[in-house]
């Protein structure tokens, strides 16, 4: 069936790039997307790729798409500390299916 | 705010209570799902409409879980007969027909005693 795989933490230092990554299994994708939830808060769209593309970029945050490897990364730049929180890689057709998340922890 | 309301945020009730939720998604978005969040976890699907018809129910959903959409608008979600398990944040998500965002409400967060 579908599934979506994170690493569940990452911790950087405040100013260092922080790169998190996703596997996924379903093929017939249109778009992937990466999704952000802070503490108490909904889940928040940060970005999303097309799935014939390689590579996205939004201000800090780059996406990187390896259809063969069906690997997602998300980059973001000079790391702040209100980029503290959850974050989701989805991926589906007809429905969003996410992963675990991964948890950012950002440190002076 | 997205513009999906969910009602209400927060809901205690004892096992073997029925519990039913509201979402009003963004008018005109013909498409509304359902997903469960537990504690360290990423939502789980539980089922979509397309305007008023369900098109697909999770195997999660058990006899328990219905929902319901039926002018094609504001959806609700009822369980039946509430088990500890169920204890969760209920999400909904609407999508505009040729849309690729899918904007979440706030989330009902439900906890069975």
């Known amino acids: 069936g579908e599934d979506v795989e994170q690493s569940l933490f990452l911790s950087v230092r405040e100013g260092d790039s922080s790169v998190i990554n996703c596997t996924y299994t379903?093929?017939?994708?249109?778009?992937l997307y990466w999704y952000k939830q802070e503490p108490g808060a909904g889940l928040q769209l940060l970005t999303y790729?097309?799935?014939?593309?390689d590579m996205k970029q939004d201000q800090r945050l780059t996406v990187l798409l390896n259809k063969k490897d069906k690997h997602l990364s998300l980059r973001i730049a000079d790391t702040q500390t209100g980029d503290s929180a959850i974050y989701f890689c989805?991926?589906?057709?007809?429905?969003?299916?996410f992963g675990a998340g991964t948890r950012l922890a950002v440190h002076p | 705010d997205t513009g999906v309301s969910q009602d209400p945020r927060h809901k205690i009730t004892k096992r073997g209570q029925n519990v039913t939720f509201r979402c009003d998604p963004i008018?005109?978005?013909?498409?509304l799902y359902w997903y469960r969040q537990t504690l360290g976890q990423g939502p789980e699907f539980l089922t979509y409409f397309q305007n008023e018809a369900q098109l697909e129910k999770s195997r999660l959903l058990s006899d328990r879980f219905s929902a319901e959409r039926p002018k094609g608008s504001f959806s609700t979600l009822e369980i039946q007969r509430t088990e500890q398990g169920d204890s969760a944040m209920y999400l909904c998500?609407?999508?505009?027909?040729?849309?690729?965002?899918?904007?979440f409400g706030q989330g009902t967060r439900l906890t069975v005693v």
């Open positions: 379903d093929s017939s994708s249109t778009y």
């Open positions: 008018s005109e978005h013909n498409r």
């Open positions: 998500a609407s999508i505009p027909g040729q849309g690729t965002e899918a904007f």
């Open positions: 790729i097309f799935s014939n593309m």
């Open positions: 989805a991926d589906g057709y007809n429905k969003l299916i």
